[in-house]
């Protein structure tokens, strides 16, 4: 028998486990709900008790629908949301909120309590910031940091460890405290490419305590996501997961970035790898691309140095709200309660009887004669790229009094369309920069929708490219097992082997002048929010 490697994602409502043969293929995929807490507004929090159980359960059923031995599992990776744990010296949760509750002893990465910190933090202004687009943003570690410094400090005295997610799982898993490249580099400041923390930054925003015993309490060791850590799984996880002691963990990596490397160097994909860029379509939707020099972008993180491929510079961008804001525009109109009444007699989520609806509206008119004088921003909770700004809120212009299903379709439709044009403004500002894309591989659960790669590739006017696996970003944490395990050299080779192209989508030339012109519209909107938000 050979050898499989399993995959974990843990993504904003549930974890998830994969089991793929060394080929790439998956065998079987299960995953398990997880717990939100939002005890205030702009407040978001989970547990990592509960995220393990969840682990725990999705990887036992994983393997029992797979029909494996635990035994022929050579490796396990790990990917998650980038989210915040802290916890004590010893490793027991702390409390990130004041009700005291140490059972949410996490800040999940939407939490946008940190708001001001982060304002404040990019007023200063420091060297660093030129590593995330210039601002930094809410949802990365050093403002939330600063927020629990200021506003629960008996937790932040007492708390020992405080890991993005991902190196959590990975602690859990192996007992190593061994930080990734990816993580404390995207998310909390790490300057890869001079393989140090900036002491003079954390002492400017009032958190040098954080500099003692060379960072410690945020990693004084760093490793590039897919090294192995330690001897393996320990006997608790071991016995926890249902797999053997000492199987090989891998150094993890952020969930969207998980995707990246399960799609970017698919087989068969035109162009070379910076040719390419990741778009992860999920609650939010992450962009990722890779240079060989660093390129910097105002508005889209990075450039990181070794936070994806060892060697290349990671840009990243994306949009803080996709999936979650085609849910909420269908929630809004007042048809929504039909229309989920129908699609559970249907078996089917709103969304899939939405699109089985557009389907067959597009069989009778065109796409622009649909959605002609609706237009939709949809940043309900802010601009992640490439204006970096969390206080960007959503505009939608042209609704009627229409109440009927038809109406619904064409909102869906139209938002979907303002989807792709946050994609299309993320590639002009990389093309201003220099860095053109020829390619985008999509990922993530609505990225499975023909529809939606089709309404992408016409309204962002980019080749638009889907991969074999229904599980890429789960493929993508499999294959750092699969590299941990010495099944292939590096990643590269890991993605290379593992994963293959399965549609390239042009553009409809029909509607090239439209989209253009929609596009147009959909800027005009961005600029007027921002001057009214002022009054």
């Not at 299960?30 to 407040?43: D, E, T, V, Y």
């Not at 702390?94 to 939490?111: F, K, P, Q, S, Y």
């Not at 929708?449 to 970003?473: F, G, W």
Request: a negative charge; one cysteine or more.
């Amino acid at each position: 028998m050979g050898a499989h490697f399993i995959g974990v994602d843990v993504g904003t409502g549930s974890a998830r486990a994969g089991v793929f043969d060394g080929a790439g293929k998956s065998l079987a995929a299960a995953s398990h709900p997880i717990r939100i807490w939002r005890p205030h507004p702009l407040h978001a929090e989970q547990s990592s008790a509960d995220i393990w159980q969840a682990v725990c359960a999705s990887v036992r059923k994983a393997i029992a629908d797979a029909a494996i031995e635990p035994g022929s599992v050579a490796g396990i990776g790990f990917d998650a949301t980038c989210s915040l744990v802290v916890l004590d010296g010893s490793g027991n949760s702390l409390a990130v909120n004041a009700e005291g509750e140490a059972e949410r002893d996490i800040i999940l990465w939407m939490d946008h309590r940190a708001r001001g910190q982060a304002e404040r933090i990019n007023t200063a202004g420091a060297h660093v910031l030129d590593y995330v687009g210039g601002r930094i943003s809410p949802e990365m570690e050093t403002p939330k940091l600063l927020w629990l410094a200021e506003n629960l400090p008996d937790t932040f005295a007492k708390a020992g460890h405080f890991l993005d997610l991902a190196d959590f799982l990975t602690w859990r898993s192996s007992g190593s405290l061994i930080r990734s490249t990816c993580t404390v580099t995207c998310k909390w400041t790490y300057l890869a490419h001079e393989k140090r923390w900036d002491s003079a930054y954390f002492d400017r925003i009032g958190l040098g305590s954080l500099s003692a015993a060379d960072f410690a309490r945020i990693g004084a060791h760093i490793a590039d996501p897919s090294t192995r850590l330690g001897a393996g799984l320990t006997e608790q996880a071991a016995a926890e997961l249902g797999l053997r002691v000492g199987t090989p963990v891998a150094t993890g990596i952020i969930d969207a970035h998980a995707g990246a490397v399960g799609t970017l160097g698919a087989k068969n994909l035109p162009g070379a790898l910076e040719d390419r860029l990741a778009y992860v379509f999920g609650t939010s939707a992450c962009t990722l691309n890779v240079t060989k020099d660093p390129v910097f972008v105002p508005g889209v993180w990075g450039p990181y140095y070794s936070a994806l491929i060892p060697g290349l510079w990671l840009n990243e961008g994306g949009q803080s709200a996709a999936g979650a804001a085609m849910d909420y525009l269908i929630r809004l109109h007042p048809n929504a309660g039909r229309i989920e009444e129908k699609a559970r007699a249907a078996g089917i989520s709103p969304i899939q009887y939405l699109e089985q609806q557009a389907r067959e509206l597009l069989e009778a008119r065109a796409f622009p004669d649909i959605v002609k004088g609706l237009h939709i921003v949809p940043e309900f909770i802010g601009n992640r790229a490439p204006f970096a700004d969390p206080d960007a809120r959503a505009v939608i212009a042209g609704l009627g009094l229409d109440d009927d299903e038809t109406s619904l379709v064409r909102l869906y439709l139209a938002g979907t369309a303002s989807i792709g044009y946050g994609l299309r403004q993320i590639l002009d500002a990389l093309a201003g920069k220099g860095t053109t894309i020829s390619t985008v591989v999509v990922s993530g659960g609505a990225a499975r929708s023909a529809l939606v790669r089709r309404i992408l590739a016409d309204a962002a006017n980019i080749t638009i490219a889907s991969v074999d696996t229904d599980e890429p970003v789960l493929l993508g944490s499999a294959m750092l097992a699969a590299v941990a395990a010495g099944h292939v050299r590096e990643i590269s080779d890991a993605m290379m082997t593992m994963s293959s192209a399965h549609e390239l989508l042009e553009p409809d030339p029909r509607y090239l002048a439209v989209h253009a012109q929609r596009y147009a519209a959909f800027q005009d909107l961005q600029a007027a929010y921002r001057q009214c938000r002022a009054v």
